[in-house]
């Protein structure tokens, strides 16, 4: 099976790969269009700013192909934030997959640093992402914006307010936290992903 | 709920963890990564490496060692020591390093906070404080009206600056850091419980986590500067590595006190 990476400029996208080759796979690390059409999966992972990812798709056409994509995709913390229609940081215009928008979270009191930093519960589940998911399960976070609950919602998670922690579309598959951090929980979301 | 993480310290020395030797079940005392992936088996949340050595040889040895971690580990760790600019911050991350954490090189040049923030993210950047309590508050411990007057060290808390531990902080959460990690000299290794007074007025007035460190002898002590302190995570270091407290039984005891862990 073909797993390909999206590389553009956001962080973190080496620890997907080292995630991805534990399982006993061989990503690529791709920006290439034919690369990245021809997959078995693609994951679109990454760290960073709304705004400055957005522009860099754009500039590098990788918005259209990733928009195009017909596989299973899974979009990982600001991946998934990019898959949604519009988002408050730098008030940027997103990918519009799915039909929601990414907020700001209000911090109201000192339990409530932002970014929520740290391990989470996940729950509510409703997708083959989360095959054999029974309970509630930790999993590692790292953002300061969130994507309320939605139609697409998969998976939630309560922080100052229950948000959508996974998100599901058609073959778009999304997740806030970062499962290449979350211990063998993650390996588990991953492993799914890869055998849909 | 989010968790109250625990977070142990490895200090490494030209590639090998300088404590840690008396851990359980280790194929090779010393080697960082069989003594990273035992916490993270046992349940620690994250890890901190700290890197001790002070030659350029040494800088390189801990860059391929971080490449090693980030190929092994399956939690997110930080990593720390001989970082002055943001070349060196570029070097750790892309060997595959979740976070750095500084220290002098910050007190030196405030603005580096700032670069790291934009470049990267406020995500990667843990500013490390060391501060000594000038007064002698160490008895009101707990008593979150008595902080005291709270001084800045860099070179491993060998030089005073003139900064002051809360305004210092401000300005670092200010300018963009993503956490703070204090550690009060003062508690550092005397296994009387953290600084929870200095730590709740640290944490209540920061909108960024606050990492404890230094004093952890007794599992009460992380209870208290969860519940005392409003720490949103507690870092040790000889507790762990010489198995005085197992971390199993540490998050299985804050569990049945009631504070938020993952089990």
New interface residues.
Partial sequence: MKVAIVKYNAGNIRSVVNAIERLGYEPVLTDDPEELRSADKVIFPGQGEASTTMAYLREHGLDKVIMSLKQPVLGICIGMQLLCRHSEEYDTECLGIFDVDVKRFIASSHEYKVPQMGWNNICDYKSQLYKNFTKPEYVYFVHSFYVPLCEHTIATTDYIQPYSSSLHKDNFYATQFHPEKSGSVGERILRNFLEL | ???K?IIPCLDIKDGLTVKGTNFVNLRQAGDPIELGKAY?EQGA?ELVYLDITASHEGRKTFTELVTKI???I???FTVGGGINELADVERL??A?A?KVSINSAALRNPSLIDEIAKH?????CVVAIDAKCIDDNIHTNGDPNIDGTWKCFMNGGRIETERGLFEWAKEVNDRGA??VLFTSMNHDGVKQGFANAALRRL??S????VIASGGAGTMQHFHDTFVDG?S??ALAASVFHFGEIPIPQLKQYLNNKGISI?L
């Fill in positions: 709920m989010l968790a993480r993270s949340d980030a190929k092994e399956n939690i997110p991350l892309n595959g979740d990267f993210g406020s995500q990667v993503g956490e944490s209540d920061l909108t960024i986590p409003h949103d995570a993952r």
